[in-house]
């Protein structure tokens, strides 16, 4: 998510932000931080704030793996 808002707001702040699957969630946030009003997702995989502090793997896949894990995001 750091490294996406770095990189946006290097090349200017993007009209669109656009995601695809476990980018959906990046693209979420990231239009929510940089004030986007125009999201294009596409088969978004939404999935629990706290599993983007949680290292990729085992970890992460057990965290996203719960049952609506995802209503509790922000």
Request: a negative charge; one cysteine or more; proline letters at 4%.
């Amino acid at each position: 998510m750091d490294e996406a808002a770095a990189f946006a707001e290097s090349i200017s702040i993007p009209e669109v932000v656009m995601g695809y699957s476990l980018g959906g969630y990046v693209a979420l946030q990231l239009a929510r931080l940089l004030n986007i009003r125009k999201i294009l997702l596409f088969c978004p995989a939404i999935y629990t704030d706290d599993a983007v502090y949680v290292p990729y793997g085992k970890m992460f896949t057990q965290k996203i793996s719960q049952a609506y894990s995802y209503s509790q995001s922000t």
